[in-house]
């Protein structure tokens, strides 16, 4: 469960990655669990946020082949199997998360935070980039996260385990060490004609290739459709649109909750007020208030910041809570406590901004750009509808498309594998190639390039190429190979002779560098060192 929400955090903060995605809902599945639909668009969000977790981490991009190989695409589609069966239960079970839990997890999370304080705006770019699924995916991840806590919560960890790990982390080495450098000796490696076509003959499956396709294509740029607004369709959009250039009026709040439920039962609502009217009079008195939520409150997502629910407009709270807190004023303290399905609430209002619109002289840029590159984007898919007919019917497209004005581009486009139920479509060049005939023209495809209209040439199958078209891989190959059987001998004849000697003379005579790391830890691993010869190190005996 750890690991599956990792990834979902990867993905859940990708904006508008999902290759030549439209950035729209799907109604197409990749797997359904119980009735629940996993969209497309889930699988390339999060199979994209894995891409980027390993640029980050590795300092190279994971190419599709590494992805494949790895099984990448089937992982992710058993991650979000899993995901939605644990959401599932976890509603099922009660554990579901409350809208007033949302809010504050939402409020406390520093991807939509300013100076460490919640920021709407924030909050609403992100909505608007991830589209009408986020605020449903943002809390199917918090969720999994409240359920990873109530199991981790749930863990019973020995004194003698604590200690052992303590120890652990804290035992240092320092070790000195020896590299036997591949790059010479791959430079210095030869290989010959028939050990080339040997290899070949032996490791065939190293240089197999997807199914490919020879292709044609024109791309019709929207920037070079852009055309000229007049300043009266820039007016008519700010009035039409004028919501969207209003910040309505915000307030800071904190609260003190005491929990009751909706039926709790005479006892209980006395002392649930109670509580909260003792409150109320000891903030009045002059007593922190913020101190006080520390105190008393039951709502674990503000009560160790001080009752702090960061910056709030209306629509985000429940009624009851909404209506009570609008009441007030900058510095008022609820006079009464306030009852909502969660319970009562002691509430106060630390700050405030009132409802402001932006001038449209200050947004006329925005909205220029905006309605711009939206005309402009209609007016290259409209051109590329008038001219896909003459392509189509051409004997020669390349002829065809230059007499047209434009600049046709020939390239070989490979097919990426899918994971079992990852549904076809034509919404991507590669989903259009590959679902055309010999011959075929698609109509016109959005890409982040442009509006593409291709044509299909030639069809490869999969298999390995002639040796003739990968000759260089191959024998690149073959260097490698013949220069990592030498380092392997030269390492342990190395290794045999420091065991009894100086590590220093034999990794001189078998041509090493020899280094000495500084000591490190599991805790504080060294810089230079691969981790995996860290932990090597770590689990061998001095000397």
Request: hydrophobic share 40%; aromatic share 6%; no cysteine.
């Amino acid at each position: 469960l750890l690991v599956v929400i990792a990834a979902f955090v990867a993905s859940l903060f990708v904006f508008g990655s999902s290759g030549f995605d439209d950035g729209g809902a799907r109604a197409d599945a990749v797997a359904t669990v119980n009735g629940e639909t996993i969209s497309r668009r889930q699988y390339q969000d999060r199979f994209q946020g894995y891409l980027e977790m390993y640029a980050r981490r590795n300092q190279g991009r994971l190419t599709a082949e590494l992805a494949e190989q790895l099984g990448l695409p089937q992982r992710v589609v058993d991650e979000l199997v899993i995901e939605a069966a644990v959401v599932q239960r976890a509603q099922k079970e009660g554990l579901g998360l409350s809208d007033e839990e949302f809010n504050a997890a939402v409020h406390a999370m520093r991807e939509f935070q300013d100076n460490g304080r919640f920021s709407m705006d924030r909050y609403r770019r992100f909505l608007q980039a991830r589209g009408v699924e986020a605020e449903r995916e943002l809390r199917r991840y918090l969720t999994l996260r409240k359920v990873q806590r109530l199991i981790v919560g749930g863990v019973r960890v020995t004194d003698a385990e604590v200690e052992q790990a303590w120890a652990l982390r804290r035992e240092e080495v320092r070790a000195a060490w020896a590299l036997v450098e591949l790059a010479p000796l791959v430079a210095a490696a030869t290989a010959t004609d028939e050990e080339v076509a040997e290899y070949l003959a032996k490791h065939g499956d190293e240089f197999k290739l997807p199914e490919r396709r020879k292709v044609q294509y024109v791309t019709f740029v929207a920037k070079d459709f852009t055309p000229r607004l007049p300043d009266a369709e820039i007016e008519k959009y700010y009035t039409e649109h004028i919501k969207e250039f209003e910040t309505p009026r915000q307030l800071q709040a904190s609260h003190v909750l005491v929990r009751v439920g909706e039926t709790g039962g005479s006892e209980a609502e006395d002392r649930a007020r109670e509580k909260v009217a003792a409150v109320i009079k000891r903030a009045t008195a002059g007593e922190d208030f913020a101190k006080l939520a520390r105190e008393v409150s039951e709502d674990p997502g503000t009560k160790d910041s001080g009752g702090d629910l960061g910056w709030v407009s209306q629509g985000m709270m429940v009624p009851q809570f909404e209506q009570a807190l609008f009441a007030l004023k900058k510095g008022e303290l609820s006079a009464e406590p306030v009852r909502t399905p969660f319970g009562y609430h002691a509430i106060k209002v630390t700050d405030a901004r009132e409802a402001s619109r932006k001038p449209m002289k200050e947004v006329a840029p925005q909205i220029r750009d905006r309605l711009a590159a939206e005309a402009a984007d209609r007016a290259a898919k409209a051109k590329a509808d008038e001219i896909r007919p003459a392509l189509q019917g051409a004997q020669d497209f390349t002829a065809e498309a230059r007499k047209q004005g434009l600049t046709p581009v020939e390239t070989t486009m490979t097919k990426i594998g899918r994971p079992p139920g990852m549904p076809g479509g034509t919404d991507t060049l590669e989903e259009a190639a590959f679902g055309l005939a010999v011959g075929g023209v698609t109509p016109p495809v959005n890409t982040p390039a442009g509006w593409v209209v291709l044509k299909v040439t030639e069809a490869i199958p999969p298999g390995v190429p002639p040796l003739a078209e990968i000759r260089d891989r191959v024998t690149a190959a073959v260097k490698r190979s013949k220069a990592e059987a030498v380092a392997a001998d030269r390492v342990k004849q190395l290794a045999d002779e420091a065991k009894g000697g100086d590590l220093s003379a034999a990794a001189r005579k078998a041509g090493a560098t020899v280094g000495d790391a500084a000591r490190f830890s599991r805790a504080k691993p060294a810089e230079k060192l691969p981790g995996d010869v860290q932990v090597a190190a770590l689990q061998t005996p001095a000397g």
